[in-house]
């Protein structure tokens, strides 16, 4: 019993060190940040972000959240791999539709540049918050943690980078776009390594009544985080 505390100890200490480091560098660096961009490119990067994870959570039907519920590793394993294609196909979509309309909404380089970028934020983003997930379901506190400081001090120090090179908005995209691929390239090693090994098939059915057995996250909790 003393053991199975000292660990859970251990573990919730590992998670809250990564996170807590993660937000202080954050909020030492955003005074710097602000003054090296002009709000409207602060604007900008919060317009981005609020469609990008607006975009994640309509591209993995939340399904994340079924991946520490799920009693079988191979039935969560089969979740994560659908919700993950599904995002592509989200992703894809949204590209396509941008890139057909960007002449109508876009008026700069810059602007068609916000746009594209959008896909990319998505789909990275939903790949984020499934491998946390993921790693959640395996009590893997460590790679979680490493991913939140990579994505910290990936975005943040590419952004003070970029702002001594007086960039404007699209620059601070592409810090918090690095950031997030960084950040999520840590969770693709547990990926590939469970796909090898995967008992369901991605046409199997056995996939799709799980992901219906889950219907209550896209039905009603999708509905309520939009």
């Known amino acids: 019993m003393l053991k199975d505390s000292k660990s859970f100890f251990h573990s919730v200490s590992v998670l809250f060190t990564g996170v807590v480091f993660s937000q ?4 030492l660096l955003s005074p710097i940040i602000t003054r090296q961009f002009d709000p409207e490119s ?5 317009l981005f972000l609020r469609i990008t994870t607006l975009g994640a959570a309509l591209a993995t039907a939340r399904l994340e959240m079924a991946l520490p519920l799920e009693k079988e590793k191979h039935h969560a394993f089969g979740i994560y791999r659908f919700s993950f294609r599904f995002s592509i196909i989200i992703s894809c979509a949204s590209l396509l539709i941008l890139v057909v309309f960007s002449g109508v909404w ?21 790949f984020y918050n499934l491998g946390a997930s993921w790693s959640l379901r395996n ?8 991913s939140s400081i990579l994505l910290s001090v990936g975005s943040n ?5 970029f702002g ?17 691929f960084i950040s999520s390239f ?3 090693k547990d990926f590939i390594r469970e796909k090898k090994t995967a008992i369901l098939n991605r046409k199997s059915k056995r996939t799709i009544s799980l992901v219906l057995k889950n219907s209550d996250l896209y039905t009603y909790n999708l509905p309520h985080v939009l």
């Open 24 to 27: 202080v560098l954050s909020y």
């Open 42 to 46: 602060s604007a900008y990067l919060g």
């Open 106 to 126: 876009a008026n700069t380089i810059f602007d068609v540049l916000f746009l594209l970028s959008l896909p990319i934020g998505i789909l990275l983003t939903a």
């Open 139 to 146: 009590s893997d506190y460590k790679t979680i943690s490493r």
């Open 157 to 161: 120090f590419l952004k003070v980078g």
């Open 164 to 180: 001594l090179m007086s960039g404007n908005f699209i620059f601070l995209i592409l810090a918090t776009l690095v950031g997030f």
């Open 186 to 188: 840590v969770y693709v």
